[in-house]
């Protein structure tokens, strides 16, 4: 199931032929990806949980990352044997018991059509085995946990602007805000629903170390959704996170953001 998923989430394109190592100076780097789960919601809908959180939360974890930006692919025995012997997924709910209120917290599934300890599984397929801890998820999670719940990196507050249903932010204003706050750029990541382009994610890019602790600027500010409309209608609909009435999204609301 596991595998299935980790196919699932990354194009055949990225899914190389050739074995590419951990130990590669190609691997230049960690993306850290925030989302947030209000417009995570507005695109999937009813696969949404509920409540939803009211703060960005981990989406990819430490993503292993070459220079050009590309992520290295996930671990896989024939194809990318990345790391010797890396820990399997289905080992890790054991080692993950001393973090798991940070990791419900911070680091949740939001698609109710998957579980938490799936989406930690997941994650660690696609990233973690290939990262610079391949034996312990323990330290490869709670090095991401202790990043995303650092204040100085937290969107809501370096963005430079609060969530709104009535403006539409231009993406070069946040880029140029996280800036200011943090001194490198990071890379938004947009979606689009109903036409809308919304924010999704906020990306930074910490140099490759252990634990990763120094930003580095992102080689490319926006990703490819941000970057398929027009420049000048690059701007991106920050959602207020969303009540719920009696236990069920209001929609009406998410329809006004």
């Given at each position: 199931m596991v595998m299935k998923l980790v196919l699932l989430a990354f194009p055949a394109a990225v899914l190389w032929s050739s074995v590419v190592s951990a130990q590669s100076p190609d691997f230049a780097y960690?993306?850290?990806s925030l989302i947030w789960p209000a417009s995570f919601c507005i695109s999937a809908a009813k696969n949404c949980?509920?409540?939803?959180?009211?703060i960005f939360t981990i989406s990819n974890g430490l993503c292993p990352t070459l220079q050009n930006g590309t992520a290295?692919?996930?671990?896989?025995?024939?194809?990318?044997?990345?790391?010797?012997?890396?820990?399997?997924p289905g080992d890790m709910a054991k080692a993950l018991k001393p973090i798991q209120r940070r990791l419900q917290k911070t680091w949740p599934s939001?698609?109710?059509?998957a579980t938490n300890q799936l989406f930690w599984e997941v994650v660690w397929a696609n990233q973690g085995m290939c990262s610079d801890y391949p034996q312990d998820p323990l330290v490869y999670f709670t090095s991401a946990l202790n990043l995303a719940e650092n204040s100085k990196y937290d969107p809501l507050k370096v963005l430079g602007v609060q969530p709104s249903s009535t403006?539409?932010?231009?993406i070069s204003t946040l880029l140029n805000n996280v800036k200011k706050k943090v001194g490198f750029y990071p890379q938004i990541s947009c979606s689009i629903s109903s036409n809308k382009l919304y924010l999704r994610e906020v990306r930074f890019c910490f140099k490759r170390a252990k634990?990763?602790?120094?930003l580095q600027d992102c080689p490319t500010t926006m990703?490819?959704?941000?970057?398929s409309v027009p420049t000048a209608q690059q701007n991106v609909i920050f959602p207020p996170a969303t009540a719920t009435i009696s236990g069920?999204?209001?929609w009406d609301l998410l329809a006004s953001a």
């Open positions: 960690y993306n850290l949980v509920r409540p939803i959180p009211k290295l692919p996930p671990y896989d025995p024939v194809d990318n044997n990345c790391n010797y012997s890396p820990a399997a939001l698609s109710n059509g403006t539409a932010y231009a634990p990763p602790t120094q990703d490819y959704v941000c970057n069920h999204v209001s």
